[in-house]
Structure formats: C-alpha cells, structure tokens
C-alpha cells in the first residue's frame, strides 16, 4: 500500500519548452504533496508543497512562474517546469505523508534533460 | 532553521564490514526517518523513530534515536553488495529537513 506513481520517468526536451511531471496517489488521498529537486551526488532540495484545492506553498528562491503546480484533486498533483533550460535539468520528486505510515512515500522520480 | 548533519558522507567498505553514520542536529525532532535511494529512484523508506532512546532493528540494520531526539544513527551489520545507495535522514514536522545523506558503496 501507499503508493505513489510518479511519471515520466526520463524526458528529454527542448530549451524554451515546458515538461509536466504528475504524481498520483494510487491506494490512498493525498491532501499534500511534496516536490524535490536533486542534483547528482546530492540531497533532496524541497522546492514547493502542493496542498489539494489550494495554491502551492514555494520554499524561498524557488520561482512560482516557472515551476508551476497544480493540486485539483485528492490523488493528482503535477509540476510544470516552464520555458526550461537547460540549468533545470535535474530529478524530480514528489513525496506524500500517509497516515499511520510512519514516514513519507517517494515517487519513484523523474529526470529531466533540456537539451 | 533546523538542519541535519550526516556523516560520513561517503563510505566505501569491503562486503561483511560493520558501518555506522550518523544524523545530528542542534533541534529535537519529534520523529526523524530513514530512507535507502538507489541511483535515478525515489528514497524508500527503512524506519521512523519518534521516542528518546528507541532502537529499532531491522535485519542486519539497528537504527537508533537519541535521548534528546537531536540525533540518530543507522548502523549495518556485515554490509552486503545489495546495502549499496545513498542513505538518508529526514526530520521535521512542519518543515521537512532531509540530511545531505551517506553514500554507501560495499564492494564484494
């Protein structure tokens, strides 16, 4: 139980195009969802918490324009990384608290190359 | 701000060697997890501690919190090939705060 299905898995695009990453609760609601960003050989990077019905939280430095989320449902958050370049290639996360779980539930990420 | 340090940052050990790394911080945390990353995957997680002093194992990993709850340590017995990945800590509860995590490689 507690999965979250994260997808694509790679994409590679083109510098000025926008990519949307989705993330979905598969067996339970996810009212929060959180979004990561890591380089190679580094820590996960908090980037935003999406809330369900509501605006994303953006942690500081983290631009709202480019980095789009939307959170219209109790098991859909996406992240659209837009106009990207190629300094946003990197992996993408997102994460969901489940109750009685203990901890947070990983997607299984994305890595995203702008070419 | 609350902060994580991990250390070591990187380890490299031969197959049946013991190893401990380390999560420490300056704030109590009510609960402070672990997780295993393999390379382009997302982190799983291995366990959650929430009380003081707790020991928790799990097969041939023991992780305990400290009486503070200011710290914690992941300690693996007779390292096998398969324990190789970046291992990380995670705290907090409003904020998430993720350690910079120990890469671990276990060389048969």
């Known amino acids: 139980g507690a999965v979250v299905s994260q997808h694509p898995s790679r994409v590679i695009c083109k510098s000025g195009t926008s990519v949307k990453i989705e993330c979905r609760s598969l067996d339970f609601q996810a009212t929060t969802m959180f979004w990561y960003r890591q380089f190679p050989k580094q820590s996960l990077m908090l980037m935003a918490t999406?809330?369900?019905?509501?605006?994303?939280?953006?942690e500081q430095g983290v631009e709202k324009d480019k980095f789009l989320i939307n959170h219209a449902s109790l098991t859909l958050s996406t992240l659209t990384v837009t106009s990207a370049h190629p300094e946003d290639s990197s992996f993408y996360i997102c994460?969901?608290?489940?109750?009685?779980?203990?901890?947070?539930?990983f997607g299984s990420g994305t890595r995203l190359t702008v070419v | 701000t609350q902060l994580l340090e991990q250390s070591p940052q990187f380890l490299s050990i031969q197959e049946g060697e013991n190893l401990t790394v380390y999560c420490n911080s300056s704030s109590v945390f009510s609960s402070l997890q672990w997780y295993r990353q393999e390379p382009g995957e997302g982190p799983v997680l291995l366990v959650t501690?929430?009380?003081?002093?707790e020991v928790k194992k799990l097969k041939r990993l023991t992780f305990q919190f400290g009486d503070a709850r200011k710290d914690s340590s992941l300690h693996i017995t007779a390292a096998q090939p398969g324990d190789t990945g970046l291992y990380l800590c995670q705290g907090g509860s409003e904020k998430l705060v993720f350690g910079k995590g120990m890469k671990l490689t276990v060389n048969p």
């Open positions: 999406s809330n369900e019905g509501s605006k994303a939280t953006y």
């Open positions: 994460s969901a608290r489940v109750l009685g779980f203990g901890g947070y539930t």
């Open positions: 501690v929430v009380t003081g002093g």
